[in-house]
């Protein structure tokens, strides 16, 4: 779906509860990034990047064990980057990037699994499994000289998690602007921020960046919660969600998992403009 052949994508327009049943889009999601800027006071100090994020959030640790099985899980994937498809052709509103310089693989979206994507990258899978709370995960996938235009997600209540896996040979020529915070992607080295602040993306350098996003539970307390919850469940059982999993879904064959460790001895083997740019794990 080409942003060209669909007048609809990149507009706000009515978002289905059911197939027969819609809100005006824009108006809610004007209402919740109002309480998405109520409920910033309530959250942890963010932006954070690096030992900051895994102090603030220590669950995050369990993707960094993981990090040479996740490696060969996407190495798996590029094999198919062809058949990814770009943000706006899963999420049609969402036109942020022209053409198909943004892709993304969904493998869990508000709540849901998407089992025709994980059985892809199954221990990828297996270790956001160990993350309590995920809402949404995604490969994103940006190719060099694209740019993410400035934007504000509408998902209040919930932390986004940027684990890089695969950045350019120059890294600081490919960064991310955090509501006058700039940073850049290092292979490793987590960013943890909330989406709602406006943000926005550059890739001046001719490679592709590679991150795993991660949507999480930010345990809000009462009666935030009960807003937060409110909204997901709506939204996670809507029909629009259910129109984006079998989007998202574009079955690349399955992949084995890793072998487990061997045994040895009883022991198991083991968006505006603002600053200069530095590396994800410094403010």
């Not at 109520?38 to 102090?55: D, F, H, N, T």
């Not at 993707?63 to 094999?79: E, F, G």
């Not at 009666?223 to 909204?231: D, H, I, Q």
């Not at 996670?236 to 984006?244: F, G, I, L």
Request: charged fraction near 20%; glycine fraction near 6%.
């Amino acid at each position: 779906m080409q942003a060209s052949d669909n007048p609809s994508v990149g507009q706000k327009g009515r978002f289905y509860l059911t197939k027969n049943i819609w809100v005006p889009q824009e108006p809610i999601e004007n209402f919740n990034l109002r309480m998405s800027d109520m409920i910033l006071r309530r959250m942890p100090k963010l932006p954070l990047g690096g030992e900051e994020a895994v102090r603030a959030f220590p669950v995050l640790g369990e993707l960094k064990k993981s990090h040479d099985k996740i490696k060969a899980d996407l190495q798996y994937l590029l094999d198919h980057h062809d058949e990814i498809p770009a943000l706006h052709e899963v999420h049609p509103r969402d036109l942020f990037v022209p053409g198909r310089a943004w892709r993304t693989f969904l493998l869990k979206i508000w709540g849901h699994e998407i089992k025709e994507n994980t059985a892809a990258v199954p221990d990828t899978y297996e270790a956001i499994s160990r993350i309590p709370g995920v809402h949404t995960a995604l490969f994103s996938i940006l190719q060099g000289g694209a740019e993410i235009t400035p934007h504000r997600g509408s998902a209040a209540g919930v932390i986004r998690f940027h684990y890089p896996l695969i950045v350019p040979t120059t890294p600081e020529d490919c960064w991310i602007e955090l509501g006058g915070h700039h940073f850049f992607w290092e292979e490793g080295v987590p960013l943890v921020f909330d989406d709602t602040r406006e943000h926005w993306v550059k890739n001046q350098t001719t490679e592709t960046r590679v991150v795993l996003i991660i949507d999480f539970d930010a345990n809000m307390p009462f009666p935030v919660n009960l807003y937060t919850a409110l909204r997901y469940n709506l939204i996670r059982h809507s029909s629009e969600v259910t129109a984006v999993r079998q989007r998202a879904a574009i079955g690349v064959p399955p992949r084995a998992k890793s072998a487990p460790p061997a045994v040895s001895q009883g022991v198991i083997s083991m968006a505006s403009h603002t600053t200069t740019p530095v590396a994800a794990d410094k403010k």
